[in-house]
Every structure is written in C-alpha cells, then in structure tokens.
C-alpha cells in the first residue's frame, strides 16, 4: 500500500508559482510512475504531468508543456510539480496519483488515463487569480 500526500496549494496572482509537493509513505517512489492531474469545477479530472519511476522519463500536456516541471527527491520519497507562469485556467484541485511499474514504462496514452492509477491523494486547491 502506499499513501499519498499533497501539499503546496494555494492562491497566486496570474504570472505567479507555485510548487507541489506529494509525498508517499509505506512505498518508496523508485519503482512507480507517479503522476499530477487536475480537476477544475464542473470539469472532469484531466492529465498535467508524469514520471515514469524506473527510467524518469517525464511528459506533460499540452497545457502544461514549458511552465510545469515534474521531478522527483528520492531521499524524500516526494514528487514535485513546479508551476511557473500560472494562468487562472490552471485553477483546479491537484492530484497526484501513482502505479507500481517495476522497470516497465507504459506507454505514454495509458499514464494519461486515470484508470491507470491505484494510489491517489487528497487533493490541493490551487487557486490563480486574474
């Protein structure tokens, strides 16, 4: 079992950063594909970042891609999502989520679904003001 955790929501000014923490417990994150998703109000929850756990390969959606960096702290067990150059359209709880994939890496359609995932945090508002 492991337990996910998120923290480093908040409000920010339009142009402003942020940076997520989520950080797992009874695993380490070595041998799982760890990834962020979003889900704005009346929307569904939707795809921002990933990290494959044996090579680190990263991807992002489109929407993610040049402002959102994804990384990872082994000795802290913790998977970060760096935001910079917020929009109020990135306004949305976050959620990272994770899957034990061993040394496989899925493949890149299959780590956007939210199926895909066993382990889910809680969520943190992130909330980016006009």
């Known amino acids: 079992q492991v337990q996910l955790v998120e923290s480093g929501g908040g409000l920010v000014q339009a142009g402003g950063s942020l940076r997520l923490s989520c950080a797992a417990s009874?695993?380490?994150?070595?041998?799982?594909?760890v990834g962020w998703f979003r889900q704005a109000p009346g929307k569904e929850r939707e795809f921002v970042a990933v990290?494959?756990?044996?090579?680190?390969?990263?991807y992002y959606a489109d929407s993610a891609k040049g402002r959102f960096t994804i990384s990872r702290d082994n000795a802290k067990n913790t998977v970060y999502l760096q935001m910079n150059s917020l929009r109020p359209e990135d306004t949305a709880v976050y959620y990272c989520?994770?899957?034990?994939?061993?040394?496989?890496?899925?493949?890149?359609?299959?780590?956007?679904?939210?199926?895909?995932?066993?382990?889910w945090g809680q969520g943190t508002q992130v909330t980016v003001s006009s």
């Open positions: 990290r494959t756990g044996s090579a680190g390969s990263t």
């Open positions: 989520a994770a899957r034990s994939t061993g040394r496989s890496t899925l493949a890149l359609v299959t780590m956007m679904r939210r199926n895909t995932y066993d382990y």
């Open positions: 009874g695993r380490t994150f070595g041998q799982y594909t």
